[in-house]
């Protein structure tokens, strides 16, 4: 049984309270966010009241089209703003991030919805939607990290992969130890503090993780060929005794 509460306005006037207290603090400490904090509140009200008329619309419809097309505006909602995130933008990345947040968003939702719960019917969007919405939202989240922290460990390590491009190495061998720092920030518990390199251990000291070296880098250091000996009856200078 589906049950709607209806809750009165003083009710989310009270919410307010909340917004007030960090109002304060702002003002008490001269942090100089008191305008911000006054338009973002007034911005969140308007699109909540703009999201509750879009929802109940889409719930009266009771069909699948109005409910992956919102699932389709939160994919592009978010891939444009883990994008705008970026410091620097790259040609392609945003259709490059579209096409990730879809397939990871879309496969998670589908798992979700079908095998773990059994959405019946498929599209209702008194599941889908709000499922989506956490899942397209954690998604962006760990997509903005992953691209901050490739572009920072990039522009840190500038020489070690010029250097390794210049060895020989291909493209995917010399950023792998970029690709594997920003995996390792995305994938990242939320709930856990992010520190660069540098993981607590049980003492309370700390452990320093060490750049991994490209696997043909590697090889390379851990087996050196031999140096190449010259002729017999020849010295260094390659004249004869």
């Known amino acids: 049984m589906t049950e709607v509460l209806d809750i009165a306005p003083w009710r989310l006037a009270a ?10 603090l ?14 973002a509140t007034v911005r969140t009200f308007l699109q909540l009241f ?19 097309g919102a699932v389709a505006v939160m994919v592009l909602v978010a891939t444009h703003t883990a994008v705008s995130r ?22 998670t939702l589908v798992f979700v919805t079908e095998v773990v719960i ?13 499922i989506a919405g956490m899942i ?3 998604a962006m989240n760990g997509a903005a990290l992953a691209g901050e922290r490739f572009q920072a460990e990039l522009k840190n390590r500038v020489p070690e992969v ?18 594997q720092e920003a995996i390792r920030a995305a994938l990242i518990p939320r709930g856990r503090p992010v520190s660069d390199r540098c993981d607590a251990d049980a003492h309370g000291g700390g452990r320093v993780h060490e750049r991994p070296l490209p696997r043909a880098a590697r090889a390379a250091v851990l087996h050196p060929r031999p140096p190449t000996a010259p002729p017999p009856g020849r010295g260094l200078s390659g004249r004869g005794r």
């Open 26 to 39: 702002s003002f008490r400490e001269r942090l100089g966010l008191e305008r911000s904090l006054l338009m």
């Open 50 to 68: 703009l999201v509750g008329y879009v929802l109940r619309a889409i719930f009266a419809l009771e069909h699948w089209a109005p409910v992956l």
């Open 118 to 130: 059994g959405v019946r019917p498929w599209f209702d969007p008194q599941y889908v939607i709000p």
């Open 15 to 24: 919410a307010l309270l909340l917004i007030a207290v960090v109002f304060v």
């Open 136 to 138: 397209v939202g954690n």
């Open 86 to 107: 970026l410091k620097r933008r790259v040609a392609g990345i945003t259709a490059f991030a579209a096409i990730a947040l879809t397939a990871g968003s879309g496969l």
């Open 162 to 179: 010029e250097t390794l491009l210049a060895l020989g190495f291909p493209a995917p061998e010399a950023l792998a130890g970029l690709r």
